[in-house]
Each structure stands twice: as C-alpha cells, then as structure tokens.
C-alpha cells in the first residue's frame, strides 16, 4: 500500500524567475525569447515576475490559529494482490492533547489492485505551536499476515494578530478603551469584521464612526 497526504488550500499563482540581458550580451536576444515563450508569464509583461497559472501547495507550509486544516488521505494499493481488513487511522498530536480526526472508524473489508481509499478531515486549529499529523494504515495481506505502518507530517500554528488594549479614565466615570490590532504575520491580511462584545454590566458607544452632523 503507497500512502499519501496532501494539504487542501487555495491555489496560489506561480511566480516566475525573468533572467534576462541586452541585445549586446552575449547570449543576444535568446533569455527574452525564451520568457516571451513560456507558458506561465504574463504577455507583454514577462520580466515583472507575475504569472498566469495556478499551483497547488507543495508543503503543508504554515497555518494560523483560528483556521480549519483540511487535509486529503489517499491509500492506494499499488500491488497486484488483494488485501484486506484495511484500516485508516489519523490524529492529530499538540501539545497538550492527541485527537482523532477520522471520519470513519470502520474497516474496509477489501481493496483490490489499483484501487484506492480517499478521506477528507477537517479541524479548526486552536493551539499555536507544533502540531503533527499522525497517519497510521493496517491491513492483512492474502497470506494472513497484518501489517502496519504510520507516517508523520509536521506543520506550525502561528499567532496571526498581536492585540494591545490602552484604557483611559476620564472625569466623568467614563472608561475610554483602545484596541491596537497588528498583523504580525509576513503576508498581507483581510479584516472582515472587529467588534467587542461587552459584558452585560456595562454600556459600549463605537467611537471609530463620525455621524452625518460631524459630532
């Protein structure tokens, strides 16, 4: 049995390396002939690094708390044999704790030749630090012999925003907060919505808008 993981996020586009020279070099026209005719530059604009064709990730790379890690488990039977009793089984090891992201803990009965078993798991990361997929496959070949055998793959979670909060007491028993959000990552981030959410004791006026008046 061959086992593989790959990780399920969005494609990202590919980005080209331009070498490049004058006419007058040695090499001639020959580098800038050879981008114009590659497929994955942009026409007209082949020096800028910018691309036109999109690549699926060739490593599990970097996760931030807070997203869900989708992953895809695929054990193909790569003999010309039937094996059977073919049991997947993934977890998921932190620091603090192991859990099981299968999504079925039953066994297959058989798989045959060129055949293969595929799984989907999710899980919504909640701890920052190592985190490592364990992948562990058993089953019984035709002569009754079981075999087992695991796979580890190792990814980090990262804090993706530093908050600092500054409090200002005035005269009037007001409370004045500010929150300071800092993306601290090395790639370009989207808010899509910040709000706080109080407790029921106190009473929150948004101070970030300025009415039509201009108050």
Known sequence: LIFAVMRLTKP???TNIPVTCE??????????????D?????????????????????????IFLGETFSSYISVHNDSNQVVKDILVKADLQTSSQRLNLSASSAAVAE?????CIDDVI??????????ILVCAVSYTTQTGEKMYFRKFFKFQVLKPLDVKTKFYNAE??????EAQIQN??????????????PSMMYNVAELNAVDAAGE
């Open 184 to 197: 601290i990552t090395t790639s370009p981030m989207f808010m899509e919505k910040v709000s706080l959410e």
């Open 23 to 36: 006419e007058r070099d040695l090499p001639g026209n020959l580098f800038n002939q050879l981008m114009k």
């Open 111 to 115: 798989l045959k030749p060129d055949c």
């Open 122 to 131: 999710h899980h919504e990361v909640k701890e920052i630090g190592t985190h």
């Open 38 to 62: 590659d497929p994955s530059t942009v026409k007209g604009a082949e020096t800028l690094m910018l691309g036109e064709m999109l690549t699926l990730p060739q490593n599990f790379g970097n």
């Open 12 to 14: 990202t586009l590919f």
């Open 172 to 177: 009037t028993d007001e409370v004045f907060l």
